[in-house]
């Protein structure tokens, strides 16, 4: 279907660059200022909008007069709304410049709306400006790249080759006002006349909408940046857990939690979840692990999640603007005692750990594990041998992967890993079979299973020297091709459940399993209750016996199993 779709589009882009290339030599003359805006406007919702329209019509069309009604109005009201984001620019160079820049954000919007059904709203804008060199270089493709030429930049320079009459600025607002008040008042009686209509394309299909071009993701920016400026950078940190107390589990050996948090591995590829391939045949030998084969995401993006993760609020009340406002589970945790480390494989901890000790692995320079972009994972296990035989204080290690992180999931795997072949190469998965896709998934998941087996054998090394205990969930799952829909980062609510459903573990050392009187048969019989990231902030710290003013011990994972329990605080 998308590369159908694709193909339609550079069909498109083939002529509309012929008609492009016949304006640039003749060069094209208008009539006013609006005549432009209303060029430039119906171009994008022609060519621009493929994926929009294609959602719209599923959405909406029935063989009827009013459906048909409906989308003609629609047209318009698209053609006109998009043309007044154009009106609003005061001056003649203003409209040239915000048109040239639209044309290069409708250019790429298209392309991944078309190719990845991603959606422009306001945590695709996130994702986008906290993205690094890395994730960017992922993306970078012959086809991204032809597309961002074609229908980016030649229209972007083309705006500027077109002649419009000289004429006063008064003449020129009196008619931008005149038409911002027409292109309303047509509004109005489209909405008016198919009402029925939009009260449903607008309550039920409210995805639709995040695919529109370029209007989306410029109205999804600015949504986030004044959001963004409402807050004061200034505010002191709010700290909600008070008091923070030592309970129980005390013992001369220190206890290490290593604390893994996954990269957009999904539930349904893994084997100890009973996934039909083998993608986890070291940790499915292992009878000292729970796995939790129930649980699901804070979020569908890293930027959501990753904070939501450590926040001592649950998803209902999460609210990632804030996030940075609140101290965390780790300051709870430093509270405590105990020496916490990050270290971040992936594109940084979103705030989490602006408090404690941070290494950051991608674009080292070793040859072994960091061949692309972004080091394999291993990289962050290949001084800790040394770390942990000088270990004398309680400690948390964090270990911010990179996991399955797409589209090119065949870099995020040394090539011994390589064993569901062929798998797709290439970071365009249109271009992969759908089996190649989840090859090479699956390939990603396998190599997470032996990362976490071997951070599992450290600690079962140290055994003798401390206690220690594993606690792996990934950050949010992944769609690759269901229903056309590739990567992860849809609005929760309309996210598919293979974007919600992710993995989480437990594993214990036999020395913490008796220091803390924790039954792993209990623990075992409840792998299969409904869990969710809401569980974690609570789980960790009753794992490391460690109280705070917001401890809920009914999320606590670990304290139904569990004899010398710390005492909530309630
Ligand atoms: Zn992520």
Redesign the pocket.
């Known amino acids: 279907m998308n590369s159908s779709r694709s193909l339609t589009e550079t069909r498109f882009g083939a002529a509309f660059y012929a008609w492009l290339r016949d304006r640039w030599t003749a060069g094209l003359a208008l009539r006013s200022d609006i005549a432009l805006i209303l060029v430039v406007s119906t171009t994008w919702a022609v060519l621009y909008n493929l994926q929009f329209w294609h959602l719209s019509v599923a959405a909406m069309w029935h063989p009827a007069p009013g459906a048909a009604l409906f989308l003609t109005s629609l047209f318009v009201v698209v053609v006109c709304l998009q043309a007044l984001l154009l009106a609003l620019v005061p001056t003649r160079v203003g409209l040239r410049i915000a048109a040239s820049a639209l044309f290069l954000v409708a250019a790429a919007s298209s392309f991944f709306a078309s190719d990845y059904g991603a959606v422009m709203n306001t945590e695709m804008m996130r994702n986008l400006i906290e993205t690094d060199r890395a994730e960017v270089g992922g993306l970078m493709s012959f086809d991204l790249f032809a597309h961002l030429l074609v229908l980016g930049v030649a229209p972007a320079v083309l705006v500027w080759r077109v002649t419009l009459p000289s004429s006063t600025w008064r003449a020129q607002l009196r008619q931008r006002l005149i038409f911002i008040g027409c292109a309303l008042a047509v509004c109005a009686v489209a909405l008016f006349a198919c009402s029925a209509n939009y009260a449903v394309f607008f309550r039920e299909h409210k995805t639709v909408r995040y695919a529109l071009s370029p209007a989306a993701p410029v109205v999804s920016l600015a949504r986030l940046l004044s959001a963004k400026q409402k807050r004061d950078p200034h505010a002191p940190l709010i700290d909600p857990a008070g008091n923070v107390q030592r309970i129980g589990g005390i013992s001369d050996k220190p206890l290490v939690l290593f604390l893994v948090v996954g990269?957009?591995a999904r539930a349904a590829n893994f084997q100890l979840g009973g996934y039909s391939r083998a993608t986890n045949p070291e940790l499915t030998g292992r009878t000292d692990l729970v796995y939790f084969d129930h649980a699901t995401s804070c979020g569908t993006?890293?930027a959501i999640?990753v904070p939501c993760m450590f926040s001592h609020l649950p998803r209902e009340h999460f609210d990632v603007e804030q996030a940075d406002r609140y101290t965390n589970l780790l300051d709870s945790v430093t509270k405590a005692g105990f020496a916490v480390e990050w270290r971040d494989n992936n594109a940084g901890c979103k705030g989490v750990c602006a408090r404690v000790v941070q290494a950051a692995y991608p674009g080292k320079s070793d040859p072994v594990h960091c061949p692309n972009s972004y080091c394999y994972d291993e990289v962050m296990l290949t001084d800790l041998d040394a770390r942990l035989e000088h270990l004398q204080q309680d400690t948390v290690v964090i270990f911010h992967t990179i996991g399955s992180?797409g589209p090119a999931y065949s870099e995020r795997y040394p090539p011994q890993f390589e064993v569901f072949k062929p798998a797709c190469r290439s970071n365009e998965l249109q271009r992969c079979t759908a089996q190649e896709v989840v090859n090479a998934y699956d390939n990603s998941i396998l190599y997470t299973d032996h990362v976490l087996a071997k951070q599992i054998d450290l600690l079962q090394a140290n055994a003798s020297r401390f206690d220690s205990l594993l606690l792996y969930a990934s950050?949010?799952g992944e769609s690759l091709g269901e229903q056309g829909i590739y990567l992860h980062g849809m609005p929760y609510a309309f996210a598919q459940r293979v974007q919600k459903e992710v993995p989480m573990l437990f594993w214990a050392s036999q020395g913490y399993v008796e220091r803390t009187g924790l039954n792993m048969s209990c623990l075992k019989a409840h792998a299969h209750d409904a869990i969710s990231h809401d569980n974690l902030y609570h789980t960790v710290l009753g794992a490391l016996a460690v109280s705070n003013a917001v401890y809920d011990r009914g999320l606590d994972l670990l304290a139904q199993c569990r004899s010398a329990l710390p005492a909530s605080h309630e």
């Open positions: 990269e957009t993006s890293t999640s992180h950050d949010h």
